[in-house]
């Protein structure tokens, strides 16, 4: 199983970048998928997350500080996850990385089954 991360890179403040998870193995549509982020020095923090195709709410979660900016979606032909990230901010400059689990729960990372190796994310002027 191998979920792949890409989508990241250099971006001034106010900018807009679309993350995309995709995997081999799996399919996502079964999975929980959450977005996380790692900061140099920091631990890793759940940003968002979506439910499986199987709960019928859609159950979307976002941090606080991303509320408003940043919208995590399906999409169902390629089974796929997107994070799309607009008026980006310094402080969310991080490795971004996807993860599949059952369920979104509290953001725990043991709750995540596979995880994928990171994209960057710069946000700078």
């Known amino acids: 199983v191998q979920l792949q991360a890409s989508g990241g890179g250099s971006v001034q403040p106010g900018g807009s970048l679309r993350l995309s998870c995709a995997a081999s193995?799996?399919?996502?549509?079964?999975?929980?998928i959450g977005w996380f982020r790692q900061a140099p020095g920091k631990e890793r923090e759940g940003v968002s997350c979506i439910a499986d195709r199987a709960d019928r709410d859609g159950t979307i979660y976002y941090i606080d500080s991303v509320k408003g900016r940043f919208t995590i979606s399906r999409d169902n032909t390629n089974h796929t996850v997107s994070l799309q990230m607009n008026s980006l901010k310094p402080e969310d400059t991080a490795v971004y990385y996807c993860?599949?689990?059952?369920?979104?729960?509290?953001?725990?990372?043991?709750?995540?089954?596979?995880w994928g190796q990171g994209t960057l994310v710069t946000v700078s002027s």
């Open positions: 993860a599949a689990g059952p369920w979104c729960g509290d953001f725990a990372l043991y709750e995540y089954d596979y």
């Open positions: 193995g799996i399919t996502l549509d079964y999975y929980a």
